[in-house]
């Protein structure tokens, strides 16, 4: 099993920025992927970035690119999403998960393990 750990939301201005970190736990060796997702009120869970656990790959949502950085930190075992120039729209409860069956995955039914999420709020 798999435990994943998030931290770091919170309430920012619009243009500020935020670093959540996702820290991982247990079985890691079999982890291929890292991603982080975000769900709105009233809205579906969608796909923000994704690492793969050897740090050589990354995917971003369109929304997010030139913005958002993704980011692992091999020795702690923690991914860190940075999160620039935020806007009101990225307001949501973001979700850190991880996968063992694929190094790059953009849909949440790829993934294996999620955290409890962490509420990042972008005021006007």
């Known amino acids: 099993q798999v435990q994943l750990v998030e931290s770091g939301g919170g309430l920012v201005q619009a243009g500020g920025s935020l670093r959540l970190s996702c820290a991982a736990s247990?079985?890691?060796?079999?982890?291929?992927?890292v991603g982080w997702f975000r769900q709105a009120p009233g809205k579906e869970r969608e796909f923000v970035a994704t690492i793969s656990y050897s740090g050589a790959s990354t995917r971003y949502h369109d929304s997010v690119k030139g913005r958002f950085t993704i980011s692992r930190d091999n020795a702690m075992n923690t991914v860190h999403l940075q999160m620039n120039s935020l806007k009101p729209e990225d307001t949501a409860v973001y979700y850190c998960?991880?996968?063992?069956?694929?190094?790059?995955?953009?849909?949440?039914?790829?993934?294996?393990?999620w955290g409890q999420g962490t509420q990042v709020t972008v005021s006007s």
């Open positions: 247990g079985r890691t060796a079999s982890l291929r992927a």
């Open positions: 998960a991880a996968a063992e069956g694929f190094s790059i995955a953009t849909l949440a039914r790829l993934y294996d393990y």
